[in-house]
């Protein structure tokens, strides 16, 4: 019997704080009365809230360096989705999970349907990945997958694509997302006009074999693994290749992906405008596809993309239906701990940003008031809406403080018991 949290076990850890949480609460209440704002809708939009978990992030990560594995992590996608359970238990907004192809690839597609199904899991993105070699595999995607020079190449990566998209319709997902590491290390090593065509001429089989319902995300990304060039390096490369797919082909926002100090709520606002923005791969950096848990470096940065975000779904843009994943990496941490943390706080700033006054942003921007513009969103940023957020987690059967109840739980205590190391593979990314 593999151990689960159980409703009995948040329930009474909750009612150890639920007085405080409640002063606190009523207290925000009546401070965001006073601003016209009512706090019952702000816990019903933290509550229909949903990020999706990276079945990749839930074992130890790693650099380039070396990967200190943690205890007790999952060996297998079965154990992948029993620590799913855990963070949807505690953080309620979690039911989907984004898989990788193959490090996911089940025996039975149907066993495993049924063992999410059960846990009150479903399968949200699939993720191919041409970016490794596997063992057997017949041809290196050394010098790149999709758009390889040699067409035999390109070929095995779409047919590993096409693979993704037949098992993520037994598996009832709903987009696939393509990552790839093509590029180039040296100045002319790859010829970009050649590269980028040869890309598109794969992905276009790829959309071509997309199962009914499903949309097709491509995700840029600047640099790494290919230091010099990468053939899919930025937003307006990624708009064009879906301008020329065809309506369901989105591009994907990863927030590592970019070089810093670029202006991120910008290009998602650019996207939502043109209406190909498919979400996001969240997760924080201080330097470059970092990986660290969402917020946990620039919360303000994170606010501004929820205020583009809010502000679409506000005055309802058309099509606007982005998907949110989360995608990190946790080195030092413990994955559930950083998986849980990172959805909360990104719940935080959509919450948040539903504080922002819209009409007096607006009445600032068309008076040319930069001040109070600024104001008007710092006002909302700075506002503490824990307790919303905790409330929205108590009143759906999750955690008031989802860290400090994992760990009463001795959950990692206990899998550590049913997951000897001597089984254990590597579940996180290197
Ligand atoms: C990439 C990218 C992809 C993810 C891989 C593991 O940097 O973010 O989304 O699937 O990492
Ligand atoms: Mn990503
Ligand atoms: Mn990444």
Not at 292 to 316: H, I, M, T, Y
Not at 386 to 405: E, F, K, Q, T
Request: aromatic share 10%; hydrophobic share 40%.
């Amino acid at each position: 019997m593999s151990f689960r949290l159980t409703d009995a076990f948040v329930a009474e850890e909750n009612a150890r704080r639920l007085e405080w949480l409640t002063q606190d609460y009523e207290q925000l209440g009546s401070r965001l009365a006073r601003r016209g704002l009512d706090i019952e809708a702000l816990v019903d939009r933290a509550t229909r809230f949903r990020v999706a978990v990276p079945s990749w992030g839930l074992g130890t990560g790693g650099t380039r360096f070396a990967r200190f594995p943690g205890e007790a992590e999952p060996r297998n996608v079965f154990e992948k989705l029993e620590d799913c359970e855990a963070v949807l238990k505690l953080v309620r907004v979690t039911p989907g999970i984004s898989l990788h192809i193959p490090w996911d690839r089940p025996e039975s597609p149907k066993e495993l349907r049924s063992f999410a199904d059960e846990r009150g899991l479903f399968f949200d993105s699939m993720n191919s990945n041409t970016f490794q070699d596997q063992p057997g595999q017949k041809l290196s995607y050394k010098f790149g997958s999709l758009s390889h020079t040699d067409a035999a190449t390109r070929a095995q990566a779409i047919e590993h694509n096409l693979e993704c998209l037949e098992l993520g319709e037994k598996l009832g997902a709903r987009s696939h997302t393509v990552w790839i590491g093509d590029g180039g290390n040296f100045p002319g090593q790859v010829h970009f006009r050649d590269a980028l065509d040869r890309y598109l001429g794969s992905l276009r089989k790829i959309y071509a074999a997309l199962p009914r319902g499903f949309k097709l995300f491509i995700e840029h990304k600047l640099y790494e693994p290919a230091f010099y060039s990468t053939v899919l390096n930025d937003w307006g490369t990624s708009y064009h290749c879906t301008r020329e797919l065809g309506e369901k082909a989105f591009s994907l926002v990863d927030l590592g992906h970019h070089a810093p100090n670029v202006n991120i709520e910008m290009i998602v606002a650019r996207l939502i405008q043109f209406g190909k923005l498919a979400g996001f791969h969240f997760n924080d950096s201080k330097y470059g596809d970092d990986d660290l848990d969402s917020g946990s470096v620039k919360p303000f940065q994170l606010f501004l993309v929820f205020n583009e975000l809010v502000d679409a779904e506000l005055s309802a843009v058309p099509g606007f239906d982005p998907s949110y994943m989360l995608d990190q990496s946790h080195n030092v941490t413990d994955p559930i701990e950083s998986l849980m943390t990172s959805a909360v706080e990104v719940v935080r700033a959509y919450v948040q940003a539903h504080l922002v006054d819209r009409a007096a942003l607006r009445h600032y921007q068309e008076t040319n008031d930069a001040m109070m513009a600024l104001q008007t969103l710092k006002d909302a940023f700075t506002a503490d809406v824990g307790p919303i957020l905790a409330m929205a987690r108590h009143r759906a059967g999750g955690a008031i403080d989802p860290v400090a109840m994992f760990r009463a739980s001795g959950y990692r205590e206990k899998k550590a018991t049913e997951r000897p190391a001597e089984a254990r593979r590597g579940a996180g990314i290197v």
